[in-house]
C-alpha cells in the first residue's frame, strides 16, 4: 500500500531506491500561500496611484524602524527558503537547490512588495525586500547545510509512526495547519469553516444562551470528533491514543498562550465556558468510541462531522466576549498575522475535505 512518502515518484538518484519525501514539498506550498496572504491582507480598496510599482527600490533608509521589525521580515523567510530547497533538493543537486530557493524567496518578496504599491494600507519597503531575501537564503544555508538530514530523520520517523495510508504527509501538514487556527482568541473554539468574515455576512441569529451553549458544544464536539479522526487514521496502531492527547493538549495550550498574549492574562482561560467544557468531554467520549471502527466508516463519519461543524459555526451568533475582546484588543504587529490565522480558520474544513474523499477512495 502506498504511503505519503511514496507516491509513484521518481528516485531522486540513478539506482536509490528511496522514495521522494513529500512533505518539504507540501509545506512550501502551504508556507507560500501563508507568506502571500499575510503580506497582502487584508485585500481590499486597490488602488491605482500612477505611480511606478517599482519606485520604492529608490527610496532612502526608512527613518522610523525598529529591530523587531528588522528580525520578523528576515525570520518569515526562514522556513521558506528551507522548505523549498528541500523540495528540489531530491532533484538537484544540492547547490542549485539552495540557489533555486534564494532566488526563489527574493523574486516571491520582490513581486509582494511591488504589489503592496496598490493597497494603501500597505507601504511596500527596499528594506523589507533586503531583509525578506537575507532571511530565505538563511533558509537555504540552513538547507544545504543539514536539511536533507534533518528531513530523512522526518522521513525514518514518520515511517514508524505513521499509518501505511495515502498522502499521509498531506494529512500531516492539514493538522499543523490546524493547530494554527486555533491562534485566533475570537474564533470559536476548535471552531473552523466560518465564511461570514471573509464573505462579510452578519450572523443570522441574534444572541441567547441557552442556544449559544447548544451550538457551541456541537461545534466542538464535531471538529473533535473530525480532527481527532483525521489524527487517528495518520498514526500508527499504539501511537494514536498518544498522538491524540497530546495534539489536543497543545490546541488547548495554544489558545491559552494566544489569548493571554493578544488579549490579556487575566483572559487566558476564558475560552473554558460551560459549553466547552461540556464539548470537549462528549467529543472526546465520542472520539474513543468511534476510534474502534473500520476506517472506512471512520472516514465517512470525519466527513460527517466536518460538514455539520462548519454549519454549526456559521449560524451560531456571535459570542459577546469576543466582540468584548475585540474592542479592547491592539493587535498591533499581530494584525496581519491575526488576518492569516483567521482566513486559515475559516478555510481549513475545504482543504480537510478532499483529503477525506481521497482516503475514502483508496483500499
Known sequence: MPTGTSQALPSHAEGDPRPLPLLPRYLAIAYLALIVYASLHPLSEWRISGISPFVFLEA???????????????AAYVPFGLVL???????TSRLRASLIAFAAGMALSFTIESIQSYLPSRVPSNVDLLCNSLGAGMGAIVSFCCGKR?????????QHLM??????????????LWL?????????????GDLRYVFDISPALPYDAPSFFAMETGIIVCNTLAIGLIMSMIFAGKIAPRALTWFFAAALLTRTLATAVLVGPQSALAWLTPGAEVGILVGGAVLILVRLLPIP???AIAGIALMAGTVLVNLAPLNPYSVAALAIWRQGHFLNFNGLTRLLASFWPFLALPYLILLGRRP
Open 297 to 299: 466508516i471512520r472516514v
Open 60 to 74: 532612502a533608509w526608512p527613518r522610523y524602524w525598529t529591530l523587531f521589525d528588522l528580525a520578523i521580515n528576515v
Open 150 to 158: 534533518f528531513f530523512n530523520r522526518v522521513l525514518h520517523v514518520q
Open 180 to 192: 494554527l487556527t486555533q491562534l485566533s482568541p475570537e474564533t470559536f473554539l476548535f471552531g473552523a
Open 163 to 176: 499509518a501505511p495510508i495515502p498522502y499521509a504527509d498531506y494529512g500531516l501538514v492539514l493538522t499543523g
Open 85 to 91: 530547497a528541500q523540495s528540489f533538493e531530491y532533484r
